[in-house]
């Protein structure tokens, strides 16, 4: 089984280091809504991490799908943005049910860090873990943002 | 440069214009940031003898230097002005995340002047920046504004603010963001005088460290370095409140029953090893902290079902626990929340209670002026009570709304005499009768008692910081020299905006390496340290300019006359030959006058003018 980001929201602390080090990993500097991966702060009882699943926990609202001109695609599990087909026509950041999908001049996304995610190593409470997809703490996070 | 925008957004509400200063490589190698900046805003933008609630007064807000950088807990935010109560420069920091975001939206550090017509709140978006009318926000909690200014503006912007208690001037009022607080000093009452109710930030820009890679490795490494100390595990397990059985039984210096005891009796019951597995559902954390002290505290049923807290921490147990002796922890949780929603500072809030059920014990003040029994043995009901009437200046809560110094006036009849208050602001959870160098620390903090512009307590406690070993705690030899230089490392710490309970993980000496990889600048130690010193000087000149001098700083008559009762540190007190020669030494130290004013010669050294 190929292992992908699983959120634990009640581990967040709320502490948005992680947006921080995705970006930073990944840019080479520190732009929040640049980030793979969204923290919410909503309030004093709720933070959460909001991840891309790849696939597993987007059902209808999929980027795959719905990319107008197939530029995303899933190889192996792993869903990632072909530049050279993208158009920027930002129908992927619409649908994408976690609000990950990002868009400068090309759409982008959490690509795993090949496999020694970032944002897991620096995140020391476990509210990021990478491992077996764990549906049922996706099904939170969209639960979670549902509210807001 | 890099790490920094370089610039400075001054908004002024009464002419409602805003414009920017620029700032170079000289301002920061003078002032660093954070602190530094907000500091340098206050000292030259406030005029001689303006009231801390005048217009004319200023309210700075700053970004340290790591805050917006992936540095662990190095997110803090300053917030500065004249303050409201003790008028001497106040600072205060956070660990909400409003001044990273300011950062993204392009500056380092705002400056607010003036005062809007109506209420207000202040809304900026990188260039754009507008006072927008906040009427409808007025007379609502620091829970209920940023709900309604994320449903306007969307769930990613940030909002500090002030609840009822900042429109209502008291002069204990903090400023909220992310349920942290700046506490101290009451600059929530300045951002009411200035009809401001919120400041709402959405920043888009990137920020670029001078060596990301170089960065993200400082990251790591500190994370590591962190998770593996022994603190980490308290911090996680129990917050800033582990130690409290530890200062109780062993040291004898928790401050209880507004000081007339040293050891609580009834700690257990406010101890977080009571408290953390029946309450504490998570962690909470300041931006940018990977060693969470914070704790969602929830009371699930009882009298104070519903209550869901960032807390308990350490001096909040103090002093809306021990300080009244409440050892109901369930009331302290909601007297706490009802602290952050009015938007109170829990230390001042907690000892003025205190203070007044001292004097109900006395017969000073009686049952039917208050309304109830505002006693010592009925806390836990009295205490969530009286802050809901502080916080709304309702009834006797009015006279108790501005701290015991003005409380004590109020009543007269020789309440000052039990008012234990050093400049105007009451104690953290430290009874220095017991631990002398801090007591010189609660005299010689700019902003009144406190247990942080030195950090004095940790020293003394301990034994051993830094270069220092073998530290007494009794004596009072030696003091003034190690308080003046601890002042100057805090200083440094606030303007860096690191966390200072990592200031074991960072000593001075670490800090370079971290500030060159977010900003390219090179600094040495000793340049940090007379940064540091530069700041608390433009601080001392500041209040000495206010007149508020030696004479004010003086130990409350409590630390003096009254020797503690019992426990460990039985029989110990601050005589007030002792509390002279600290002064003296002090001053020595510094290059200041006897009566507390820098010399000439110390401003010229340094670059003040």
Known sequence: MVKMLVPYPDRCTGCRFCEMACTIAHEGKINHADARLQVHRRNVKVDFPSVCTHCVSCGEDCCVLHCPVDAIKNIDGIVSVDEEECTACGTCVEVCPFGVMRMEEKAFKCDLCDGDPTCVKFCPMGAIKYEEPKPEQYDLVKKLLGEE | ?609
Not at chain 2, 400 to 412: H, M, Q
């Open chain 2, 1 to 609: 440069m890099k790490g920094f925008t370089g610039k400075i957004l001054k908004i002024d509400l009464t002419t409602e214009k805003n414009s920017v200063k620029t700032i170079d490589e000289k301002y920061i190698r003078k002032y660093l940031g954070g602190q530094g900046f907000a500091v340098e805003l206050v000292y030259h933008g406030v005029p001689k003898g303006t009231d801390a609630l005048d217009p004319n007064n200023v309210l700075a807000m700053a970004a340290g230097v790591f805050d917006g950088y992936p540095v662990p807990t190095g997110g803090k935010t300053i917030f500065a002005g004249k303050g409201p109560a003790t008028g001497t420069l106040c600072e205060s920091v956070m660990g909400g995340s409003i001044g990273a975001e300011l950062r993204h939206a392009g500056f380092d550090a705002l400056e607010i002047m003036g005062r809007a017509s109506e209420p207000a709140y202040i809304f900026i978006e990188d260039d754009k920046v507008e006072i927008n009318d906040a009427r409808d926000l007025w007379g609502k909690d620091t829970r209920q504004v940023p709900e309604l200014l994320k449903k306007k503006h969307g769930w990613d912007v940030k909002v500090a603010c002030i609840g009822m208690a900042g429109e209502k001037l008291s002069r204990i009022a903090c400023i909220d963001c992310d349920d942290r607080q700046a506490g101290r000093g009451g600059l929530g009452a300045v951002m009411g005088s200035k009809n401001l109710k919120a400041i709402v930030v959405r920043g888009t820009h990137d920020l670029e460290p001078a060596d990301p890679s170089g960065l993200l490795e400082i990251a790591l490494r500190y994370q590591k370095i962190m998770e593996a100390a022994p603190s980490f595990v308290e911090d996680t397990k129990y917050g800033t409140g582990e130690f409290l059985g530890w200062v109780n039984k062993e040291k004898g210096v928790f401050p209880t029953r507004n000081w007339q005891e040293s050891v609580f009796a009834e700690r257990e019951k406010i101890d977080p090893y009571y408290w953390a597995t029946r309450y504490v559902s998570k962690n909470k954390a300041c931006f940018a902290c990977t060693k969470p002290c914070g704790k969602l505290f929830e009371v699930k049923s009882g009298k104070f079902a519903g209550v869901a807290i960032d807390g308990i921490e350490y001096e909040t147990l103090y002093s809306l626990g021990g300080a009244c002796g409440n050892a109901d922890v369930e009331s302290v949780a909601r007297a706490n929340e009802l602290c952050d929603l009015y938007g109170i500072d829990t230390i001042s809030a907690g000892v003025t209670v205190g203070f007044a059920m001292e004097l109900m014990q006395r017969g000073i003040i009686s049952e039917k002026e208050v309304g109830f029994r505002l006693t010592f043995d009925n806390a836990p009901d009295a205490v969530p009570r009286m802050i809901e009437m502080m916080g709304s200046r309702n009834g006797f809560g009015d006279i108790l709304a501005d701290g015991v110094k003005a409380a004590a006036k109020k009543i007269g009849k020789g309440a000052e005499r039990y008012a234990v208050h050093t400049k105007g602001m009451e104690p953290p959870a430290y009874d220095v009768r017991g631990m002398k160098g801090h007591g010189l620390a609660y005299m010689t903090s700019t902003r009144g008692a406190c247990h942080l512009r030195a950090g004095f307590y940790a020293p003394e406690l301990v034994g051993k910081f830094w270069r220092w070993q073998g530290i007494d705690r009794f004596s009072p030899e030696g003091k003034g020299a190690m308080v003046a230089t601890m002042e100057n490392f805090m200083c440094v710490y606030d303007s860096i905006g690191l966390c200072k309970f990592s200031r074991g993980f960072f000593l001075i000496e670490k800090l370079p390496e971290v500030i060159k990889a977010i900003s390219g600048l090179t600094f040495s130690e000793e340049e940090l340290l007379k940064i540091g010193e530069r700041i608390h000087n433009m601080k001392g000149n500041f209040n000495a300019r206010e007149g508020v001098t030696r004479k004010d700083w003086l130990l409350p008559p409590r630390i003096i006359q009254d020797p503690i009762p019992d426990g460990p540190s039985k029989g110990s007190h601050i005589t007030e030959a002792e509390m002279n020669k600290m002064l003296d030494d002090y001053m020595v130290a510094r290059s200041w006058n006897k009566d507390g004013v820098p010399s000439p010669e110390k401003l010229k050294e340094l670059g003040i003018e």
